[in-house]
């Protein structure tokens, strides 16, 4: 095999690799729904010891709850990358594009996995009612601030995808719902109580939607491993 050729089946086993990624960040998080689900956490009017009776109870099941939507997350940011390659490759050296999509996927990981270390320490540690409050409020108010970037990520790769028609039509509206939705969770920092309250259901439905989004171009980037890949930038 020539030189061209094993760079690129390398590239698209990495493209595989990071599909199946796509997939697993789906299936993985998705199986603490069977320990604790998320509708099942203390609302907004929860008090500080309603919260610490809350983990007590839950305190194993929330662990691997939050295991397992670490390693989801995780792979997200792997997931992410790969398809960072893609639209780069596909866009063209001179779009800004694929930069704002990688920014968003990587700021939007992080402010999760920020939210998850606040509710591990809250697992973890024995607080007060009112430090055990001020962790709840924070973990679910940086899961909040993350639909920002999620907006400007997934409002990219909508905007590229119309152009290049590389992942797929329902990739695309898929993103386009989750990038106009995930700015509604700015509401939370508003709003005291009820549905778009900062525990409110908002937090449930709205990231439903990037999950759909994720699996669906994951399956599509396993579907068609070398799809993009060859194509030279500009």
Do not use: C
């Not at 839950?58 to 670490?70: C, D, G, I, S």
């Not at 639209?87 to 920020?114: H, K, M, N, Q, W």
């Not at 697992?123 to 970037?149: C, K, N, Q, V």
């Amino acid at each position: 095999m020539s030189s061209d050729g094993l760079k690129r089946s390398a590239r698209g086993r990495s493209i595989d690799a990071a599909g199946l990624a796509g997939v697993l960040g789906i299936v993985v998080p998705a199986l603490g729904l069977f320990f604790v689900p998320i509708w099942e956490f203390p609302g907004t009017d929860a008090s500080g010891a309603e919260i610490i009776a809350f983990v007590r109870d839950h305190r194993a099941a929330l662990q691997v709850t939050m295991v397992v939507n670490t390693l989801g997350v995780t792979l997200w940011l792997v997931f992410g990358a790969a398809l960072w390659v893609r639209l780069r490759l596909a866009a063209g050296a001179t779009s800004v594009l694929p930069a704002i999509f990688a920014v968003g996927i990587a700021s939007f990981g992080t402010l999760l996995l920020a939210g998850f270390a606040a509710m591990d320490v809250l697992i973890l540690r024995p607080t007060a009612a009112d430090e055990a409050h001020l962790l709840y409020d924070l973990t679910f108010g940086l899961l909040a601030m993350s639909g920002m970037p999620t907006a400007i990520a997934l409002g990219a790769y909508a905007a590229l995808e119309h152009r290049v028609h590389m992942l797929g039509a329902v990739s695309k509206w898929l993103a386009a719902a989750a990038a106009a939705s995930h700015l509604v969770l700015l509401a939370s920092f508003i709003v005291p109580r009820g549905f778009f309250s900062l525990e409110g259901q908002v937090i449930t439905v709205i990231p439903g939607i990037l999950w759909a989004w994720i699996l669906t171009a994951g399956i599509a980037m396993l579907r068609h491993p070398h799809e993009e890949l060859s194509r030279e930038a500009g």
